[in-house]
């Protein structure tokens, strides 16, 4: 009896040690990290939330999660998910209270009982604010690179054109 309650003991430990890890590796993740109830009301925000969002920790909990992104064209869609149960992914733009604007990756996880029922919702959030930025700054980079082998191969047409006139009209003054 008594090396069965040590092991059980030391189970607790271990399993005490690791909630105590993933509770750490949670807080300072770079990604904000939200649970929330199947209702969307924030229940727990990481470190990383204040950062992305610019909101106090404090204030977002008990607070609706649908309130954050209110405004949005698929918060319906995002609400409906959440309901039931499904995974759910996309790009959310919005300003944060300094009103600078930031667009975030949102992913929705469903988190479910022992008995397989919906207890919650994992929400992550990534700021890809500089890889938007990026994007489009390379799309632009393109459009000019292509408006340029445009203007090369009109510019060469014109040539082509220009040449046997230039060429004639040498023809012709040479023989007057």
Not at 123 to 140: N, S
Request: glycine letters at 8%; hydrophobic letters at 45%; one cysteine or more.
């Amino acid at each position: 009896i008594t090396a069965r309650k040590r092991a059980e003991s030391l189970r607790l430990v271990l399993a005490e040690q690791e909630r105590l890890r993933l509770g750490a590796a949670v807080e300072q993740a770079s990604e904000a990290v939200i649970m929330a109830d199947p209702n969307g009301r924030v229940l727990y925000v990481n470190a990383a939330f204040e950062t992305l969002n610019g909101r106090d920790k404090a204030a977002a909990v008990g607070g609706s999660y649908f309130d954050l992104v209110a405004g949005d064209p698929r918060l319906a869609e995002m609400r409906a998910a959440m309901a039931r149960g499904e995974a759910w992914h996309c790009r959310v733009a919005r300003r944060r209270p300094d009103d600078r604007p930031v667009e975030l990756e949102v992913t929705i996880s469903s988190v479910k009982g022992p008995s397989g029922e919906l207890i919650g919702v994992l929400i992550t959030e990534r700021d890809v604010t500089q890889e938007v930025l990026l994007q489009a700054q390379l799309r632009q980079t393109q459009k000019m690179e292509a408006l340029g082998t445009l203007a090369g191969g009109i510019a060469h047409d014109f040539n082509n054109i220009l040449l046997p006139i230039m060429i004639n009209t040498e023809l012709v003054l040479s023989e007057e």
